[in-house]
Every structure is written in structure tokens, then in C-alpha cells.
């Protein structure tokens, strides 16, 4: 019998070998090899559970116990994540809004007595933080430059991009959007916050950075891209919950980006997240009001409370509204359209020069944006203040060193303001507030708006994709408030109505191109709800999406999407393609399929895998009469970890359950797990031996023994589905069977779960009894599956 | 090799047929076999894309504008079901606050001369009204009593409950909800509104009702299972969002209730058919501010405004927020513990002995109902009112005949109110307006609230279970709110701040109560804060959710859960039993499996279908080489209509595609859509006579030729996902394959959508070349799939 099985494997070899010279390079490639422009790769994640021997075997040492350890670790985890984002927010906020504060109140004390001296402070101050940034990321963290969304969004569809859960990105994003957004760049902050969370979440789950020294032992429980995966979806939540102060919003966001594969109990967990950083950030602005934050007090975290705003609106307001939709819709797709086109430019001409390039340009950027800032309302003629409102607490002008609406200017007299500076002259929060502040009818003239926004909007296009941390979120609000505001404007002046608020105008306007732009929905609805902290324009708010997205669907796709695929990011989207309807699993897989036999010589691994760059091999063996049987899938990865470490390398040829002495399986799963992010052993850092060449590797325990598999002939639509439902990384395509031994239904999957093992066992015990009366009645299986008894039979209750 | 094959086929048959005496009834059933204690039956739902051929050849026939005008079709639906929802909504409400409305002011009016007039007025009026309601329940509308929420659970997670969608389901649940909230039972309106939207939802997909005549064919436009969930899942979120105002909550109980097939582009859809909803009630509200609804006007849609409350929480406020969560977590327990009990002693004792019984029971909580609200209060001491405040505009008693805090009720002096009366002694909505209320600190005695609180419980929970609608959801709140406001009322005493509201508390206690019971999330979070208008109170009611959740789950599942459970429901989890990780699929799956030959005698359809209750069943087919093939599955209610119609039948034993003069396929799918919640033809509806009997069917054009299949031992954790995110019905185990053809990965499925269909032929017709040359060069493929190449290579571009 062993020298039949020998005679097998031998065979098998030889059949592999014999397919091996028409595998040319790249033939079957996996997306780890959609190499990118500039030379990091994407690489595609694994969201299925490992079910190989060792861990088996593990889970059956561990037990319900350690089900439960493992459970409340998941919670605490999730909580630290949430303290930890909601820290990194506030540092954030608090080093922007001081470095802002002091920025803007230096030079208004300035220019009290020079308005040259007090531009080139302002000019230096921002070069200077803009400069910071960009050498931060240029030089320490590229990974970081940017929003993130895309890359996080890439990560939670299954493709994990080279760099972007590093430590040095985590420090870079931080670091890099204090200068950029302190800068007065025309970005936000909120997009990299996201990002900043996601770090964290990774970096916990892997127990640290393993580069720095700052790994921890036991910390490092989360071994499976799976779990790494929920870990980063509660990170997403808890960056976007930190940045707007929108818990259900952070909820919403994770859920909205990753619905391939969201489940009831990761919502729970995730949702928690965000409630803790909601209380981490309440406890962190508490603290504040007491003043030991400096410039913080006021501003700060996202509201703009406009729960004193329009209480109710009239039907013959919806079509002004629906107007605003149809705007933001179009300004929004031409957004996506131009930052396309501005990105490949940037790409192809401007950033292929280095780092000297990328910093000069965001320093000019910089220059640009504080000329335009500042020089503009200059040439504004200011306004006479209104009469003023004493209930309204709103002061015309307002105190100097203070927030507020009707900033006085460049005026010649004291009871006057510049109403462009208002908005332009401002950090960006202060001037959505005003943009949005109620009881402000006619403060902006038409004119200054329109000038704000064609300026901001061409400065925001400009500034997407320079080398520095960047959200989208911000400029969106400016942009769609101040075309909401003068469309607020025009229906003050139409219907000649006392209730209607410019304010309200100026929030669906912002909503409208956020929804234009992001093509977000439910999400976006709720964080702007909550971000304005008045739940009684969510109807509206609904309807200005429906028709911005409806419309901005009909010229391209959403920024993220967009952004995603000029980075390589290869997503899979929700809806399978109209024309998989017409293809079948067999032409779309890959043309030519690289096979490992059971045991197979270690110089025929390292040939097979430095021949091609196939990231899965399915392994086949041999039945005792002959037949060939797949018996599992394997991993290029699993295979280089098992090559480096050595240990499992045996003499003989001969399955290693066959072998006389076999020594157990030594390999846990964790030693497989490669860090999120990092590049993961390549086969030319491999070296062996001659001797080692000559030895053997049974692959039995190491493979996922049952991968999924669909029939040759199915539709692609529904291969499509099993994808990206169940988050795969590989699919077998099979001939299709030639009998059915079982159908499973409804029923066959509701078990009662009995709490006591002993029942379990019991339960089992009889169910395999049963089945072993079956197969000999059949008089089939044992004839069939003779090797593959000791394999996979293992883990059943002995 | 046509008599070659006409012997495969034969022989199939014969194997099928010996095979046949082993299968025992009932051996392999489906859940269609659960049988409820009451006679009726629930059924699996197929969400899988039906992919037969009729299906394809409609499809390429309809092709790209077809697709078009289906997503407008959708939308349109998505609209229709938002106005119909709104409307009943708008009409249910209207309905009961007027009969309660009129109901207080009678009793009062009557009251000022006598009180036993006053009562037996007040009992006769409730007893009338849910008479009412059980008799058109117990007569017309069975399926329309309780809550409904279980069976629209069991719908969307894929069970089919005979019954519950209905027409007369619809008529019943709102004309009864009427009766049984009018006649002031502790139950609510809000679950009975969740199954109307469901109900309209479900009639409008499949065209109105047939057995009332008011089905349109134009409207009979979804065919599939999948698309008729869509349309319920809006329903339901319709539901919800009509239920409590509640538009962004409707869109999160839908989707976590459902969470195992979510896509975002129905999550749009879900937020548009809410959106309008709330649009459609917001106008009705309108309406009925200007007086056209008599007692509507200032009750009726649920908005406990809180707005004006509590602002702000200190830290040693979050201790008691914690105690009020772990209360909620145990009374919820104990809630659904109580109401299983009763459940079932209903089922075993009670509701055997007929409708007379039923009806008698219902009147008789009615008596005790009004019994305890009305004479209660007479037993309590009224309390002396308040210094009032002129600012709050609460007044001290309320005047007559409207709506308020501070009943006067058996008083005797004028400034005097009954603080149990206040609560008691009114209508639920406005009974939780006064305990949420702000700035009433002390209005109720400890006293008064424990006595309600122990009432009310034990109301609520007799009340569970009548032959009437029933929501728990008011009720809940009822109960929450009171122990949180007895908390309240200590933490005041204790803490002795001023910013302390009691009615905060009573908030919160509300939300600890429903998460207790009810166990949901994040959709209950939201549906808090947009009943009482007040996003500042999130962070806690997280708090207070996360806390009661964990401390319910200790003890039992969730409300729905059980019921379901009871029921009859078999609802898939979303996380698979611990002991399946051990488990294969081979030992899951039924035991004998009943097949056909493709080409199939009519009497053997007949007696096989008689001789078990399987669903489906595999078709197995024979190639040239003499190999058994599986080539589909075979769903027995298309088989049943198969037999019904005739017109397939052929006098051939050949497959039809090789029978000369072959016809045209005849069948559409929609001649195979079963109505929702109806009970589909039986095999012994069928008389056929003995020619019939003699002739054949080709059952290749109507099997679903690339069903779900698994590995025989793969584990049942990785079955049981690929079952319930896919929403599967049947799932084929077979033998591990003997080969791998291809293997799919991400880069596989990254397919350019090309607008132009001539583009999408070339490539695919490329990529079929390719794959020619490629079975060219193995020299397989087209030996082992001669009789399959008519089949199923027919369907693509020619």
C-alpha cells in the first residue's frame, strides 16, 4: 500500500511538472500582482474561516472556554479602539484649533496697525504648517497622503494596499492633517480621522508595530484577515464618529461602505465603539470649557447647532430645494470629473519627478490659498452692520479675538463688516457656522458668495491630491452651503416670508453636494443631521440627496469609487456586472491551474512558486484505486512561511500520518498570519540548502481543506454573489458532479445548541454513527477516501 | 445514440424508482413540513436568481432598455408603497384617536354629575371597541393577530407563513388595531403597522388580490421570491417610519432585522419609500392642524418631544443610568420568560376550545383592563398642584376636555390633580408625554408609579397573546418609563441638582425596557432619539441599551425571537451553532435524495411526488460516455405546475431539443410564481388521465441548472454561512471533485462594463473562443458534455 501511495504522489509530481513549462509568468495571476504605477502592489485578503488542521486542533485544546475569553477580548478591544480614536480626534482637533487660533488672532492684532505686515505673517504662518506636512509625508509617510477613505474602503471590500495600516502612517496622518488643515488648505480633517482610526484599530489587532518595538506579545490575538477586518470596521466607525460627533453616523458609514458581509453581532460591536468615543470626546471638551485647551473652548469638534433654525417649511419651498438637489448633483459630478482628470495629470506628469516636486507644490499651493484668502476681501467693500438683535446674541462686529459672525475687515468704520471675509478670512468650521447660522438674513451679499464660491471651489479642486492628509468632507460644506445660502437668498427675497432661514438653504446645499460628490445616503443623511443637531429637516435632507445622487449618478461614480480605481484599488462592487449574466465560472476563471500533490519535494515548491505568481494551488491526491481527488486549497503564503521556517520538512515521501514517528503539527495559525499592510515574505528571500531541497513537505495539515467550489457552467453573476458575499479570496472551478449525496435545506441547519460538551459529543457521536450505517449500505465513501480518512476525519470527537 | 440515450434514460428511471420504496414519508422534508398545532404550514422562500432557461431567453429577449424600465418600475413601487403605508398609518391613527379622544371627553363630561354613569359608560365604550376588534380577528382575519413582527421577521429571513400577507390580513390587522388600541388595552399600534406596510408591500408586488378579484395584470410584475423581499423590506421600513416619525429608524429595524442579504442599492430604496412616508404623515399632520380631524389635532403621531429637557449629564448621573439599564435588562427578561409561558398555556389550553373562547378572553382583559384604570385612581389621594410656573405653559389641572399633565380626576378641590389618573386614567401616547415631560419634577408620588408599574406589567403581559393586533412597543415604553421615572425622582432627591429632569430618566427607562425585551440595537437607538426629537441624549441611551441588551441576553432571547420560535418560525441566526464547527455537511444533509432523469414519465412524477414532501430534487442526466451528470434542480411546485398546465407534455422519451418539430418553450416564470402566503397547488389538486399518465416531460428548460453545492465534508459552519447569505433553499452536497478546472479570484471578477452590447458579444464571444481552443488542447469537455452542450451552452449569444 505505501509503496502504491509513493508510486501516487511521484506521479502526481511528474503531472505537475509535466504542466509546469506552459505556466508562463503571470498567466494566473492573483491581484496581488496589479502592480501599481508606483510600485506598491495591492494584495487580496481572506475573509474565510481558516479550517486547517492546526486550527482545528486549537480550537478543540481552547474549547467553549476559550470562546468566551476570545469574545470579551473582541469587546475590549472594540473599547480601545474607541478611547484611542476618540484621543487621536481630539489631539487632532486641539493642535488645529490653536494653531488656527493663534494664527488668526496674530494677525488680526497685527493689522490693526499693518495690513502688509499681518499678510506676511499669515502667508509664513500657513507655509510654514503647510511645509511640515508635506515633508512629514513625503519623507516619513506617504502611505498617508490623501484622505484614506479609498484605501479603508479597499480594505473592508478585501484588498489590502501596501502601507496604509502602518504605524508611520498612523504618526503621519496625525501629524500630517494638523499642518495641512491648520495650513488653511481648502481641506478637512475628517477624512484623515478615519484613516487614523483604522490604524489604530489594525495596529491593536496585530499587537502593535512590529518595525518599532512596539509589539506586545499579548496582544497579538486576532490571527485571521477576518477578524483584523471587523477590527477596522469598528476603527472606520470610530474615526468618522470622532470627526463629526455622529455616532449612528460612524455606525451607518462602516455599514454603508462594507455591506458585503456586515453581520448583527459586528454592529453591536461596532456601535459600541462609537459610543465610547462619543463619550471620549464629551469628557475631552468638558474638560476644555474649564479653558486648559486654549483656543479650543469654542470651536473645535464639528456642531453647528442649528436646532434654533427654521422650525417648518412650505410646500412651495420644496421646489427651490429640489433645485439645490439638481446643483449639487452637477457641481458634485464635475467635482469627481475634474479631480479625475487632475489626479491622472498628476500622476502621469508632476509627481513622477520625487519628493522635491510634491513639496514645491503644496508649498505654492499654500501661497496661492493665502493670496486668494486674504487679498480678496480686501477689494470687498464692507457693509453696514444691521440693526442688532439683542435676543439673537449675535454682535456686529464681532469682538476681535472672538468667533463669530460680521468680521470687521478692512473697514473704514467701526460698525461695519466684510461679509466675504466672514467667510473666506476664517478657519473653515467658523465659517460653516456662519454660513449656516440662522437669524442672519441679508448678512452675505450675492456677489461675495458667488465669489467664495467659484474661488473655494476651484482652490478645493486644486488642492485634492497634493501630498498632504486631505478629507473631502469640509470643502464639500463650504461648497454646497454657499450655493444653498444664495439659494436661500433668492426664495428670502421670492416668497417674502418671515420663517425661512438662509441658514437652512445653506445645510441642504451642503448636504446636496456631499451627496453629489460622496454618493452616500443613508450615512450621510444622518451625520448631517447630527453634525446640525436638528432632526426636523431630515425629510429634506433626504429628498436634496435622493436628487443630487440621482443625478450625479447619471454622469460618473462616487469620489471614493473613482479615487479608488485611479489607485489601483481593485473594488468589487455590490452589483455583479450586467453581462456575467452571459459568462459561466468556466470562462472567467483563470486559463491554466498550478497543482501541488499531498507530499511534495521541497525543490518542486520552490521551483512552482518562483515559475509563476499564483497566490492559491489546489492540492490533489490520489485514491487507492486510482481516481484523483482534490483535497484542499493552499496558499503561496502559507507555503513561504512553512519553506522559511523549515521545521516541517520530513525525509520521506510518504504522508506524514503514514510516517513511522510522526511528530506532531508545530505550526500554530498565528505564525501564518502576515501583518496587515506589510509586503509578507517573497520566495527570492528564501534560502535553502541543497540537502533541504531534497526533502519532503506534507501539505495535508496546512491546506483549507474544503474551499469553496461552484460548477463549471454556473453563471458568473451568482459565482459573483458567492464572492463577494462570503468576502472569498479563491474559488475552485469544478467539472460539474456527477451525483448528489445530500441536500441540505432550512431544516438541516436549525440545531438546538446544547450548552453541556458531553451532549454535543454525544450528539455527534451518534450523527457520525449513523452515517457510518449509511456509508456501509452505500458501500461507497471508504472505497473513495482513503488517504483523505486520517486527514480529514482528524478533528471529529475521538 | 438516440437509443443509446432513450436507455440511459430508462435506466435512470429505474434506478430512481429503486430507490424509491427506501425513501419513507417525510424522510427528507422540507421546513414546508413544519406543521404548525393549528393545521397551517410555513414554507422556505428561494432568493436565489432563478436561472432557467425561460428566464434566460426573456432576458436576452428584453435586454438593456427592459432593465431600465424594471429599476423605474422599482422605484415606483418603493413610492406606492410610501403613500399607502403613510395613508394607513395617517388612517389608523386618525381612527383611534378619535374613538379615544371622544371616548376621555364623554367619560369626563358624564363624571362631573356621576361617577358610576361615568364608568359604565367608560366600560361599555372599551368593551364595544375590542369586541370589535377579536371578532373581526377570530372571523375574518386570523393570520392579523398579535404583533406581527415574528412572521415578517420569518419572511424576510426566508420563511414563508401561510396567511400573513394576505388582503384580508391587511383589512383585519388595521380595522383591529383600531378596536384594540380605541378600546385602551396595554398594547400598542405600532408592530400591527410594521405588518400593514409589509402586507401592502407584498399585495402591490404581486398585483392586488385574486380571490378578491382586485388584482391588475399590469401591476403582476415581480416574479421572483428575491424581488417580492425587496418589497417587503420596504413595507416593513415603511412601517416603522409610519409607526413612530421615525424615517432614518425604519431603514435600521429593517436592516437589522434582515442583515443577512443586505445591498446598498436597496438600502436606498428602503430610504426613499421612508422618506415619502414621512413626507405623506407630515402632510396629513397639516391637514389636520387646521381642524379637519376632530381629536387629532393635538394627538395621534407619535412625537414625545423632549427637546426642552435635560441638557447636559454629569458623571455621577451615569451610576443611576446603569442601575435603570440593568432593571431593563431583568424586566425584559422576565417579560419575554412570562409571555412564553402564557403563550404556550394559551396554545395547549385556551385557544383550543374555538373562537367563542377567544372572544370571551379578549372582553373579558377588556372588563379588567378598565376596571383597574378607572378604579385605581379613585383610590388615590389627589395631591395639591404645584406653584405654576407661566413660562412652562403647563397648567394645573389641565382644562376639561384636553390634553395634559395634572388630571383632575375625584378631586375634591379645584386646584387638586390625580397623579395615577394622570397616568392611568388616559391615552397611552399622552400617559408617556406626561412622563417624559420636563420640569414636573415631583408631579408623581413613588407610590403611584410603583402601583402602575406592577399593573401595567402584568396588564401587558395577560394582554400578549389575545386574539387581537398587538404592538409591544407602547406598552414598553409605558412600563420603562415609569421605573425610569421613579429613579429619576430618587436621583433628584439624592443628588439635589437643579439641571436634574425626571422625565430624562423616564426616557431612559423607556429605552432600557425595549432593548431588555426587545433585544435591538441600533435601530432602537435611533427610533429613541427620533421619537422625542433630542440627539443630545444618544451617548446615554447607547449607554443604557448596551447595558439592558447584555443583561436580557443572559436570560433568553429576544421578544421576536421566542415568539417566533413558538410559532412554528424556523429562523436561521445570524451565527452558526458552536457544535456545527465540528459537523460536516454530509452529516447535516438529509439522508436518501430522490432524483429524476432528465426526460421523465409523467406517472413517475406522480408517484414520486406523492410518495414524499421533498422540495426539490436533483436531475440527473447521462453522458455519451455513460457517467452520470448532475444537471440541475428540479423545485417541486414547478413541477406541480408542469403537471397542471399539460402543455409540456411530449410523447417522446426524448429530450425536446432533439425531438424533431421541437416546440417553442411555453412557460414564462411568472406561470411558476406562487402567491405570497398562499399554499400553492397540491400534487393532489392534479387529476390527470391514464393517455396523460403514458407521456413524458423534458425537464431541462425548467430545472435551475447550477444550484449552490458543496463538499461532502465540508464543515457545516462554512454551509451554513454560504446558506444564509446567499438566502438559499437548497443546497446540493456532493463528492469532493476529482479536479480543478479553473480557479476564480478578485481579478477574475473585475469585469469594465461596456455600455455598447455589440462590444459585450465580442468579448464574449472572445472569450469563448479562447475557452474552444483551450477544451481543444485537454481534449476534454466536449466527450463529457454532449447531451448538457444543447442545454446549457443555448443560452449564450449565438
Not at 473697514?411 to 478657519?427: P, V
Not at 443630487?548 to 452589483?575: C, H, M, T, W
Not at 438541516?748 to 458531553?758: A, G, H, R, V
Not at 459529543?761 to 473513495?784: C, F, H, P
Request: proline residues 4%.
Amino acid at each position: 500500500m505505501l509503496s502504491n501511495q509513493l508510486q501516487n504522489g511521484l506521479e502526481t509530481a511528474k503531472l505537475v511538472w509535466s504542466r509546469l513549462p506552459n505556466a508562463e509568468e503571470g498567466d494566473q495571476e492573483d491581484v496581488g500582482l496589479l502592480q501599481k504605477r508606483d510600485g506598491s502592489s495591492v494584495e487580496s485578503l481572506d475573509y474565510e474561516v481558516i479550517e486547517n488542521h492546526a486550527y482545528w486542533e486549537e480550537q478543540a485544546q481552547r474549547g467553549k472556554l476559550f470562546v468566551g475569553y476570545y469574545v470579551v477580548v473582541k469587546w475590549f478591544f472594540a473599547l480601545l479602539i474607541g478611547i484611542g480614536t476618540g484621543l487621536a480626534a481630539v489631539f487632532i482637533n486641539l493642535s488645529v484649533e490653536n494653531f488656527a487660533g493663534w494664527k488668526f488672532a496674530l494677525t488680526f492684532s497685527i493689522i490693526q496697525k499693518s495690513y502688509v505686515a499681518g499678510f506676511i505673517v499669515y502667508v509664513l504662518i500657513n507655509l510654514v504648517l503647510v511645509f511640515s506636512s508635506v515633508y512629514i509625508i513625503t519623507h516619513f509617510a506617504p502611505a498617508a497622503s490623501g484622505s484614506g477613505i479609498p484605501e479603508i474602503k479597499g480594505y473592508l471590500n478585501g484588498v489590502d494596499i501596501h502601507g496604509v495600516l502602518l504605524f508611520r502612517t498612523l504618526i503621519g496622518k496625525i501629524f500630517g492633517s494638523i499642518g495641512s488643515v491648520g495650513g488653511g488648505l481648502a481641506l478637512g480633517k475628517e477624512g484623515p480621522l478615519v484613516h487614523t482610526g483604522a490604524c489604530i484599530a489594525s495596529l491593536l489587532g496585530q499587537g502593535g508595530s512590529t518595525k518599532y518595538h512596539l509589539s506586545s506579545r499579548w496582544l497579538q490575538f486576532f490571527n485571521s484577515d477576518r477578524d483584523r477586518r471587523d477590527l477596522v470596521t469598528c476603527g472606520c466607525a470610530a474615526g468618522v464618529a470622532a470627526a463629526f460627533r455622529a455616532p449612528v453616523g460612524g455606525v451607518l458609514f462602516a455599514l454603508e461602505e462594507v455591506t458585503s458581509w456586515w453581520r448583527s453581532q459586528l454592529m453591536w460591536r461596532v456601535f459600541f465603539t462609537s459610543a465610547i468615543v462619543a463619550v471620549v470626546v464629551r469628557t475631552a471638551m468638558g474638560w476644555c470649557k474649564s479653558g486648559n485647551c486654549g483656543h479650543f473652548g469654542s470651536g473645535g469638534f464639528i456642531i453647528w447647532d442649528t436646532s434654533d433654525g427654521q422650525e417648518d417649511y412650505s410646500f412651495e419651498e420644496l421646489l427651490p430645494m429640489a433645485v439645490i438637489g439638481v446643483i449639487g448633483g452637477l457641481l458634485g459630478a464635475l467635482f469627481n470629473q475634474l479631480t479625475i482628470y487632475i489626479t491622472k495629470w498628476r500622476r502621469n506628469h508632476l509627481h513622477k519627478k520625487g519628493n522635491r516636486v510634491k513639496i514645491i507644490e503644496a508649498c505654492l499651493i499654500s501661497l496661492i490659498t493665502s493670496f486668494i484668502s486674504f487679498g480678496l476681501p480686501l477689494l470687498r467693500k464692507c457693509s453696514p452692520c444691521p440693526e442688532s438683535d439683542p435676543e439673537s446674541g449675535i454682535e456686529c462686529p464681532r469682538p476681535p479675538g472672538m468667533y463669530g459672525n460680521y468680521v470687521n475687515f478692512y473697514c473704514s468704520k467701526d460698525k461695519e463688516y466684510n461679509d466675504l471675509a466672514t467667510i473666506f478670512f476664517n478657519t473653515q468650521d467658523d465659517a460653516i457656522r456662519n454660513l449656516f447660522s440662522a437669524k442672519t438674513i441679508h448678512e452675505f451679499s450675492a456677489q461675495s458668495l458667488l465669489t467664495f464660491l467659484v474661488m473655494f471651489y476651484s482652490l478645493a479642486v486644486v488642492t485634492f491630491g497634493t501630498a498632504v492628509p486631505a478629507g473631502q468632507f469640509v470643502p464639500g460644506i463650504m461648497i454646497g452651503s454657499t450655493y444653498g445660502r444664495l439659494v436661500g437668498m433668492f426664495v428670502v427675497n421670492f416668497y417674502k416670508k418671515l420663517n425661512i432661514e438662509e441658514g437652512t438653504y445653506a445645510l441642504l446645499g451642503a448636504a446636496s453636494f456631499l451627496g453629489g460628490s460622496m454618493r452616500m445616503t443613508v450615512s450621510l443623511c444622518v451625520i448631517m443631521v447630527e453634525i446640525t443637531n436638528n432632526l426636523k429637516l431630515l425629510p429634506l435632507i433626504m429628498l436634496v440627496l435622493l436628487i443630487s445622487k440621482a443625478v450625479g449618478d447619471a454622469f460618473n461614480e462616487g469620489l471614493y469609487e473613482e479615487q479608488a480605481r485611479l489607485r489601483g484599488i481593485p473594488l468589487l462592487e455590490s452589483r455583479p456586472k450586467y453581462q456575467m449574466r452571459k459568462m459561466t465560472a468556466r470562462e472567467a476563471s483563470g486559463e491554466r491551474v498550478v497543482s501541488f500533490p499531498r507530499v511534495v519535494k521541497v525543490a518542486d515548491v520552490v521551483s512552482i512558486l518562483r515559475s509563476n505568481k499564483h497566490n492559491g494551488f489546489p492540492v490533489i491526491d490520489h485514491t487507492r484505486s486510482g481516481e484523483t481527488l482534490v483535497i484542499g486549497l493552499m496558499l503561496r503564503s502559507h507555503l513561504l512561511v512553512l519553506l522559511q521556517s523549515k521545521v516541517d520538512f520530513q525525509h520521506s515521501p510518504l504522508p506524514c500520518d503514514l510516517t513511522p514517528g510522526a511528530r506532531p503539527i508545530r505550526h500554530t495559525p498565528s505564525e501564518f498570519v502576515k501583518p496587515a499592510s506589510s509586503k509578507g515574505i517573497s520566495i527570492d528571500d528564501i534560502h535553502l540548502s541543497s540537502d533541504d531541497l531534497e526533502m519532503y513537505i506534507d501539505l495535508a495539515p496546512f491546506l483549507n481543506p474544503s474551499p469553496y467550489i461552484v460548477p463549471e457552467d454556473m453563471s458568473l453573476t451568482k459565482v459573483y454573489n458567492l464572492f463577494r458575499q462570503l468576502g472569498l479570496r479563491h474559488i475552485f472551478v469544478v467539472p460539474r458532479p456527477s451525483r448528489v449525496i445530500g441536500l441540505i435545506t432550512r431544516k438541516d441547519l436549525l440545531i438546538e445548541e446544547n450548552e453541556e460538551s458531553s451532549t454535543v459529543e454525544l450528539q455527534s457521536t451518534s450523527v457520525r454513527a449513523r452515517w457510518r450505517d449509511r456509508s456501509v449500505s452505500n458501500g461507497d465513501g471508504d472505497a473513495e477516501r482513503p488517504l483523505l480518512n486520517g486527514l480529514l476525519v482528524q478533528h471529529s470527537p475521538s
